[in-house]
């Protein structure tokens, strides 16, 4: 634990974690939020409606979290209720699964503390498997140089950030209306878009944060989707902000829509959905030809599968374990 001052109630932080069956990984997530350099004001788990561990794992931790609890409703729903609760000038979200890097606070608060414009803050992410080593935890420079003040276009294009490396002001999340509880997979990505609309956004040059790779996963266990859930976020968001299709383009636009499709025909191939994965492949080279530049690479994914099919190597993917992203 840190032993910095407690921060002033002018710049307070709320942390909310949902936790859906989570009990192998809830500690790294709260360890991780106790290791910053700059403390948060208060931190809030909200177990998702559990059958495991996850809330024995919670309650170690005594009055240093808040424990929520509520029937399993999805990761927006438990975040919402976290969010109900929060009491902080500013709110970050982490999965039960994945851990922050040291700084993250202090390096993301700063940024919003001197521009007081800026509706987030957001930093970069490593990704992982197995535990987390404690290479993860600390904040190392990046140098890669993303978007920042007006990032509505570049959101289309790409999500840039993950939910675990924004730090975003409460008044805004209040006015935006928090997560979309009618979205299972997409619903952070909705909520980021229509932040980017209230105003400029921070750039944080640093790892902030690691997400942990697991097959569990919702964006990876979710049943058969005919359409990719960024592509039904993108389509909406641009029917509500219509000006927005002629500052991407439409060529542009395209790209990421096939993108979308070539994606989802991965983790079609990665549920064993072969017929599904060839008609997403298919879809995304309509829309972009100059998407076929993957085939190969998915040719070769699509063989592995086949064999691994045939031989019977695959085992298959258990849907219960995670709702989360």
Same mark, same amino acid.
């Given at each position: $634990?840190?032993?910095?001052?407690?921060? &002033?109630?002018? +710049? %307070? /932080?709320? @942390?909310?974690?949902?936790?859906?069956?989570?009990?192998?990984?809830?500690?790294?997530?709260?360890?991780?939020?106790?290791?910053?350099?700059?403390?948060?004001?208060? $931190?809030?788990?909200?177990?998702?409606? &559990?059958?495991? +561990? %996850? /809330?024995? @794992?919670?309650?170690?931790?005594?009055?240093?979290?808040?424990?929520l609890?509520?029937?399993?409703?999805?990761?927006?729903?438990?975040?919402?209720?976290?969010?109900?609760?929060?009491?902080?000038e500013y709110v970050a979200f982490l999965d039960a699964d994945d851990v922050w890097t040291d700084r993250n606070l202090e390096l993301q608060v700063r940024v919003l503390t001197e521009h007081p414009e800026y509706v987030l803050a957001y930093g970069h992410v490593r990704r992982f498997v197995g535990p987390a080593v404690p290479e993860l935890l600390h904040a190392t420079p990046c140098d890669r140089s993303w978007p920042q003040g007006d990032v509505s276009a570049a959101l289309i294009h790409d999500t840039i950030w993950a939910t675990c490396a924004a730090v975003i002001r409460r008044s805004v999340l209040v006015r935006t209306g928090g997560f979309d509880e009618a979205l299972r997979v997409g619903e952070d990505y909705d909520l980021w878009l229509r932040i980017a609309a209230q105003g400029p956004v921070g750039y944080v040059p640093y790892y902030v944060g690691a997400i942990r790779l697991r097959?569990?996963?919702?964006?990876?266990?979710?049943?058969?989707?005919?359409t990719p859930p960024e592509v039904r976020v993108i389509r909406r968001h641009l029917g509500r902000v219509p000006e927005l299709c002629q500052r991407v383009?439409?060529?542009?636009?395209?790209?990421?829509?096939?993108?979308?499709?070539?994606?989802?025909?991965?983790?079609?191939?990665?549920?064993?959905?072969?017929?599904?994965?060839?008609?997403?492949?298919?879809?995304?080279?309509?829309?972009?030809?100059?998407?076929?530049?993957?085939?190969?690479?998915?040719?070769?994914?699509?063989?592995?599968?086949?064999?691994?099919?045939?031989?019977?190597?695959?085992?298959?993917?258990?849907?219960?374990?995670?709702?989360?992203?």
């Open positions: $634990m840190s032993t910095s001052p407690p921060p &002033s109630a002018a +710049d %307070t /932080v709320s @942390v909310i974690i949902p936790a859906y069956n989570a009990a192998p990984y809830l500690s790294d997530a709260i360890d991780s939020v106790l290791a910053q350099t700059r403390p948060a004001h208060e $931190m809030i788990v909200v177990d998702d409606g &559990s059958t495991d +561990d %996850t /809330v024995t @794992v919670a309650r170690r931790y005594g009055d240093r979290i808040l424990l609890q509520q029937p399993n409703r999805g990761p927006a729903a438990a975040r919402n209720l976290g969010l109900a609760h929060a009491r902080g097959p569990d996963s919702a964006t990876r266990s979710h049943p058969f989707r005919t383009g439409q060529r542009a636009l395209r790209r990421r829509l096939a993108k979308c499709y070539v994606d989802l025909s991965f983790h079609d191939l990665q549920r064993n959905l072969l017929a599904a994965s060839l008609l997403h492949y298919g879809v995304a080279v309509t829309i972009a030809p100059t998407r076929a530049r993957t085939a190969p690479r998915y040719v070769a994914a699509l063989a592995r599968c086949i064999l691994e099919c045939t031989v019977g190597l695959r085992r298959p993917t258990d849907d219960s374990d995670r709702q989360g992203e």
